[in-house]
């Protein structure tokens, strides 16, 4: 696997995301200043604004490009609007979900986990941080796993951080309940999907 060795805080500033969706620092509003994001926008072509925003998404969940073409193919192939589909089917990442329901304290740290094997769905252990979940599924810390002081740590770290409300956590047994996918309007960020679509679909 590629290493991207470039400060993390470096290309949130670059790419205009908060730390926080990644899961540094207090959650807060990615809401950035007009005079900023002018300046940000400024001389940069039609082509340099799909591609950066094809970065910030990759950035986020953490993908590579093969990976993330594959999920715009999937998502061309699925019914409704593509740009939606696929922001879906990134939500639906086994690592997402764990960092979702703060199980993690950060995305890096939660595929990090995930590859280690500390995470089970429907009681079946998976160590694959892409596998898809889907509605219903419950994700849950492995029973070996969950006296580990690591995670009493992360217990600690992500205190006072809150769920999607389609995720049910339940904090005692360290599980999460997918009750649905979320919807458009829900994520934490901002992102032009449609940018990426038209950039993929040139």
Sequence with gaps: MAIDRVPVAKRCKRLGVSPAVLGYGKSKSTSRGSKEKNQRNKKISGYGLQLREKQKLKFIYGVLEKQFFHYYELATKEQGVTGENLIKLLESRLDNIVFRANFAGTRRESRQLVGHGHFTVNGKRVDIPSYRVKAGDIVAVHASSKKSPKFQQI????????????????????????????????????????????????
């Design 155 to 202: 217990a600690d770290a992500t205190h006072g951080r809150t769920s999607p409300v389609w995720l049910e956590v339940n904090k005692d047994a360290q599980s999460a309940t997918i009750t649905r996918l979320p919807e458009r309007n829900e994520l934490d960020f901002e992102i032009a999907e449609h940018l990426i679509i038209e950039l993929y679909s040139k």
